[in-house]
């Protein structure tokens, strides 16, 4: 006699035949609402808020629920270890833009960025290391990281509105480069992809936007509000990656947003830059 099968049991087995599918859908629609999203928030409230905003794990947080749908808790603990360490390679990627966007146009800033994140994922690939160590390195990156952005500058400037197809185009950028990174990421096994899970997608089309709209010092202000922001991204990965192996994976996600926003609000309280850089007027 065959026993029926329960909708819940046969929903996580096609979760598990067809992981890609639904991470897919996930980042398609979440990534490109999360820029439009930041990028008003940086124009109501300046862009070291939209920088706060943007380095919430809005991309890879959904792909490591997908993973912990689709094969199971102790892998998404697994590729949250590797997503933590892959901030350090994202921090490479904000700090080389940063410090070239003076001298170089927003494309050259963004190739050399996204050299940077590939070097160094290059390097973490070929490394394995404990979860309390991948966050000490986390947390000294982030201080170099902050130390080696350079101070944007005290002018005031009056920017015109942007064009009507700005935000579209902003979130036509974003689903460009996931659809490339999740069709590259799927060959690269979960050690490769975890690493490649914080790729800068929506922080290159925050920063190549302000850059080529606004300047260099407001981008740099953008850029120094992500950096203090990866702080939370951080908790959450790590917090994620312990609490999986003894919580379930409703309470691990929980546990881990809630911290994380916990953590963000701290940052805007505790940073008067990212407070008293509100943005300047349109016309």
């Not at 609402?33 to 808020?49: E, H, K, M, Q, T």
Request: net charge positive.
């Amino acid at each position: 006699m065959t026993m029926p099968v329960s909708a819940p049991s046969r929903s996580r087995s096609q979760l598990r035949n067809h992981p890609w599918v639904l991470l897919l859908a996930v980042k398609l629609l979440l990534a490109p609402s999360f820029v439009v999203g930041a990028s008003l928030a940086a124009r109501r409230f300046g862009p070291g808020i939209g920088g706060l905003i943007g380095g919430l794990p809005v991309v890879a947080g959904p792909i490591l629920l997908v993973y912990a749908l689709a094969h199971g808790r102790a892998f998404a603990a697994g590729a949250a270890a590797g997503t933590l360490l892959g901030l350090v390679s994202l921090i490479a990627f904000v700090v080389v833009y940063a410090r070239l966007a003076s001298r170089m146009f927003w494309g050259a800033a963004m190739l050399a960025g996204w050299l940077a994140f590939a070097l160094a994922t290059a390097v973490f690939s070929a490394l394995t290391l404990p979860l309390g160590g991948a966050l000490a390195l986390v947390a000294v990156a982030l201080l170099a990281g902050l130390a080696a952005l350079p101070r944007p500058g005290a002018e005031v400037r009056v920017h015109r509105a942007p064009p009507v197809w700005d935000l579209p185009v902003r979130g036509l950028c974003a689903l460009a480069l996931v659809v490339a990174l999740t069709a590259v990421s799927g060959w690269l096994g979960p050690q490769l992809s975890g690493l490649l899970a914080p790729f800068p997608i929506i922080t290159t089309v925050l920063a190549t936007f302000t850059h080529a709209q606004r300047g260099t010092s407001e981008l740099l202000r953008l850029m120094r509000g992500l950096v203090g922001g990866f702080g939370a991204f951080a908790l959450f990965c790590f917090t994620l990656s312990l609490s999986l192996h003894r919580l379930d994976t409703a309470a691990a996600f929980a546990l881990a947003t809630a911290l994380a926003l916990v953590t963000q609000l701290g940052v805007f309280v505790l940073m008067p830059a990212a407070r008293a850089a509100r943005a300047v007027p349109e016309y």
